[in-house]
């Protein structure tokens, strides 16, 4: 694409969007009684405009019905998402199951796919991981009662480079072959925007013996994923961000068929038990085949509606027009950021099959302070300790116009 550094470049191309009508369909924050530039998907992705009706709608069920509505509507509610998350995702329908929040899905996932031994009992994850994740693999390995410091691998950045490269992660898990139990890396790196090689990491985490698991909560909705045929073993992912199903809507599990008929260990509840016989109230756990085997609880049927509103949007646009639109918005936005001032550095990869869409831009001098004056000027973005601004222009909802408008007026604070 040859960009143009002007705003009838951007509003050309916005008339030739295939995506452009979907802006219409999500409400967007007011400053100022306009319209802001939301540029936070990477945090919380915008409402739909049927969201409203969809949780009222399952609220007047409750109004109407009471108790009865669990069997009349909400018994099932979950599998309404199951096609469309397998689709989301690259899966089987059998393969995914919408549950929990997501650290609460990686730890029910790595009491299955992280079964240390004296001999092979390390985890590998990218440094800088989000901090949840590391919280989560370090209390898996204590609990294990293993140290930390001896059984987690860190993936780390040549020195003088901003992310990681593929043949270094590779690299990497050949070198410790035999001692890794797990992998389990962010699909996207929260921080930096980097996304991983997924498919050639599986690959040869199988060829040494591994799990393969991936949190996908910047993958989801973001890029075009195909974890069956990757041979992923587990993946976990929110859908408040890029999947813009609101604040504590449920997450997404992924388990590969192959784990379908899983007999080792893996925490039990209710709902994960054979739906043919689980209102017999037996004793003795049978668990369903397949990812929904892993469900504990009965699903949050007013956040599920939520979610349920933006799915249909998904499915209705297509992964891969979105993807499409991500890497034009994406490429646009690094297009125009580059002539600013050395002032700014984006520490994002350049590749845009190497990224989704965000652009993390390092802010040399006074960045807090950039910062809170695009606030003022309404610009929804996301700060990160110490100097980064995250930038993350959705495919559904923002425009190349907004790009021209952002980097305008982030030119002028900086140069």
Request: net charge negative; proline share 5%; glycine share 8%.
């Amino acid at each position: 694409m040859n960009y143009k550094n002007t705003i009838v470049f951007a509003q050309g191309m916005d008339l030739r969007d295939p995506l452009k009508d979907y802006r219409s369909q999500f409400h967007f924050p007011q400053k100022s009684g306009k319209d802001v530039l939301y540029f936070c998907g990477n945090s919380l992705g915008l409402m739909p405009k049927t969201t409203a009706a969809a949780v009222n709608k399952e609220l007047n069920v409750w109004e109407k019905e009471g108790v009865l509505g669990q069997h009349s509507r909400w018994e099932a509610y979950h599998e309404h998402l199951t096609d469309s998350t397998a689709r989301l995702v690259g899966a089987n329908p059998s393969e995914v199951v919408v549950m929990n929040a997501l650290t609460v899905n990686l730890h029910l996932l790595l009491v299955s796919f992280y079964q240390p031994t004296p001999q092979r009992n390390k985890i590998v994850i990218e440094q800088g991981a989000f901090p949840s994740d590391q919280y989560a693999v370090e209390s898996q390995i204590r609990f294990h009662g293993f140290n930390p410091k001896e059984a987690l691998i860190e993936l780390i950045p040549r020195e003088g480079e901003k992310y990681l490269r593929t043949d270094d992660i590779l690299n990497t898990l050949k070198e410790n072959s035999n001692s890794i139990a797990t992998i389990l890396i962010g699909g996207v790196n929260y921080y930096s925007g980097q996304a991983f090689d997924m498919e050639k990491i599986t690959k040869v985490g199988h060829e040494i013996g591994a799990y393969v698991g991936f949190d996908l909560a910047h993958g989801a909705g973001n890029l075009l994923l195909n974890l069956h045929d990757w041979n992923v073993d587990f993946a976990a992912w929110c859908s408040y961000k890029y999947i813009c199903a609101g604040p504590g809507s449920p997450g997404g599990v992924f388990i590969h068929e192959r784990h379908g008929n899983w007999e080792g260990p893996r925490f039990a509840g209710w709902w994960g038990h054979d739906k043919g016989t689980r209102f017999n109230m037996g004793p003795d756990f049978v668990p369903i085949i397949g990812a929904e085997g892993w469900q504990i609880s009965n699903s949050p049927v007013l956040s599920m509606a939520c979610l349920r509103e933006s799915m249909s949007i998904f499915d209705e646009a297509g992964m891969k027009e979105i993807r499409t639109k991500s890497e034009l918005l994406t490429g646009y936005l690094e297009y125009l950021v580059k002539t600013i001032s050395d002032n700014v550095e984006i520490i994002t990869p350049f590749v845009p099959s190497e990224r989704g869409n965000q652009l993390s831009l390092v802010m040399k001098e006074n960045g807090k302070v950039v910062f809170n004056e695009l606030g003022e000027k309404g610009i929804v973005c996301d700060w990160r300790e110490p100097d980064v601004i995250r930038i993350a222009p959705s495919p559904l909802y923002n425009s190349y116009a907004d790009i021209y408008f952002f980097f305008e007026i982030l030119k002028s604070l900086v140069v």
